[in-house]
């Protein structure tokens, strides 16, 4: 297949086997006129069936599902595997070595990117070859995030509230393989051209994560990670090394569906919590302060919540800033 892209690489997508490589992105910089910037790609495929797209490092500080991919890429050899794995395990490998949510070639968020273009900046670039090259191929979608620095979640597979039921339906069924605690569905409260939402916009049964964070990175998450991804992929008879364990325990299936469950910060300053991470909350519930940093000795502002239900995001680091998202309050929610 000709893909309309500035981006080359030498892995052949239709050969049988494992193969290790990177997309070459084109790059001019002063110390290198003619350069490309390396992101990381394999490709595990055996004969015909479906294939499974997998991403990790969207944002830079978000390690679980790099290191969950890393090491998927290291263990399934292809006898193991039945249709194809296209495993990119740091798609924002400058934000990824830099620590940072957001790349430091151009100051843009991967995730905000996308389907991007084919004349673009070093992450639009990225975004336009996984919309137009890789997407294309994909019948299953995964793209690893944690709450990285600012963000602490409730370890959950995540999703957004689609009309098309079906797909829907088939999204919960493949996030509830994984095992995680809940499945959570989300609306965009901060920009669009997310990944995820282009590639459920192609009807492809796409999954997204959050796991944890505030800058914690632990055995437990990474469990979620790795032998999640790996259940499901079991499910779909793509990775044949074991068989499918429906998991012990059933995910619940929890959304924030109202703008107000996206609680922003009414002031700058440092966030004391009231609560823990799981605990129920009421609206019209004080769920923390902020005390202001230039006038500490002043009463603080109350973070008020105008919904109910479990709380399920919170501020990853204490020192916020008026705006940012402080906590996320979500309720069961049934398909039917
Ligand atoms: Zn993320």
Known sequence: MKIDSQIFTSIDYEKDGKQIGHLNVPQSL??????????????????EGPTALLSGGNHGDEYEGQVALLN?????????????????????????????????VDGRNMNRAFP???NDTLTGLI??????????????????????RSLQFLASVNMHNLANKEQMKEMVRAASAWGAPYVFIYEDVAGGGLYP??????????????????????????HIASHGIRNMLR??????????????????VVAALEQSDYVMAPVSGIFEPFFELGDQVESGQTIGQIFSTELPFAEPTPVKIRTGGILFSRAGFPLIHQGACIATIVRPFSLT
């Open 127 to 148: 975004a336009h070859y996984v919309s137009y090259a890789l997407l294309p191929m994909a019948d299953l979608v995964v793209d690893i995030h944690s709450g990285g």
């Open 30 to 47: 002063n110390t290198a006129g003619w350069a490309n910037y390396f992101i990381p790609i394999a490709v595990i495929k055996n004969g």
């Open 116 to 118: 991007g273009e084919r």
């Open 197 to 222: 939402s282009y590639a459920e916009s192609l009807g492809k049964t796409t999954l997204g994560t959050e796991l944890g964070s505030a800058n914690q990175f632990g055995t437990e998450m990474l």
């Open 235 to 252: 499910m779909y008879n793509i990775l044949t090394d074991k068989p499918f364990e429906p998991p012990a325990k059933a995910s619940e």
């Open 72 to 104: 998927l890429v290291r263990d399934i050899q292809p006898e193991q595997v039945q249709g194809r794995l296209i495993i990119i395990p740091m798609l924002n490998r400058p934000a990824a070595l830099a620590g940072t949510r957001l790349s430091p």
